[in-house]
């Protein structure tokens, strides 16, 4: 996988998003967020780091701590509803990191991104994001990313059935490729269609099979045994359920704990770089914040 240095934008963006991690709650004021300004961070712990169906890491401890911060700038109607802005780091602390044994030796990946988000006609959302993957510990080249979504909320056409679809659309634009020399294109659809299995004031339980097919669009799974480049890179089926922790006042956001299940199934050219399986399980558990 391939990653340069970060840019002005994205050092902010980091500086901004662990400020936030660190701080947490104690920096909002109390009750709910009815600001223009929204925080999110988190933690998960797998057993296996897959970055789009390319095996990063599936042995010994993986840790991954992320934190962003949105910023309010318009609200609306007639079509345009809303625009926000992001800024946010994402992490992967491994500790049998394949990299050059540098300090800081578990710092596998840091990747920093900044966005937009435009709310339009109440069910549709489009967004544009940059972002900067690098490796602290020097275990990859740094590369750099814009991706572009569009998610459409079906809740009122589907009720309890809804899917709630989107899809991204990326190009990397500087940096070596993902899986090889040439600068690749990414397109990826995903729905994640839930229920509640456990009904609760303060304690609901909520299954979600989050869904996700990628394809490389020009370069981006590149087989390294013949070079050639392959459409399909994965399948991923995952089972997912959630329950917020109740017991924490709103004053401190909403956190919510959940475990994961994935099945990912590869294309040929993952499955060659993945060094010939074509399957993988992998279990996350992980806990959330958002205010």
Do not use: C
Not at 105 to 115: N, R, S
Not at 157 to 169: K, M, Q, T, V
């Amino acid at each position: 996988m391939a990653r340069g240095r970060p840019g002005r934008l994205a050092l902010v963006a980091g500086a901004l998003a662990l400020a936030t991690l660190l701080l947490g709650p104690s920096v909002v004021h109390a009750g709910e967020n009815t600001g223009k300004i929204s925080l999110s961070a988190g933690m998960d712990f797998t057993t296996a780091y897959f970055f789009r169906g390319i095996l990063q890491e599936k042995d010994g401890f993986i840790g991954q701590p992320y934190a962003d911060v949105t910023f309010n700038l318009y609200e609306g109607s007639n079509g345009l509803n809303s625009i926000g802005a992001t800024l946010g780091i994402w992490n992967s602390i491994q500790s049998d990191s394949p990299g050059t044994p540098v300090d800081p030796k578990l710092w596998y990946e840091a990747d920093f991104y900044g966005g937009v988000t435009f709310g339009l006609f109440d069910k549709w959302e489009a967004g544009a994001t940059y972002t900067v993957y690098t490796s602290p510990n020097d275990s990859f080249n740094s590369t750099q990313e814009i991706a572009f979504s569009l998610a459409y909320d079906d809740s009122d056409l589907l009720g309890a059935f809804a899917l709630s679809p989107n899809i991204l659309f990326a190009v990397e634009v500087q940096g070596a490729g993902a899986t090889g020399p040439d600068l690749g294109t990414y397109f990826a659809l995903n729905v994640e269609p839930g229920l509640k299995v456990i009904e609760s004031e303060k304690y609901p339980v909520t299954l979600s099979i989050p869904l996700t097919l990628g394809l490389g669009l020009g370069d981006y799974y590149e087989n390294p045994t013949t070079g050639e480049s392959s459409t399909f890179g994965f399948f991923d089926a995952g089972v997912k359920l959630s329950m917020p922790l109740g017991f924490i006042p709103v004053d401190y956001g909403s956190w919510e704990v959940y475990v994961k299940g994935d099945f990912l199934f590869l294309g040929g050219a993952t499955e060659a770089i993945n060094g010939g399986d074509d399957f993988e399980a992998i279990g996350t558990i992980g806990i959330a914040l958002a205010y």
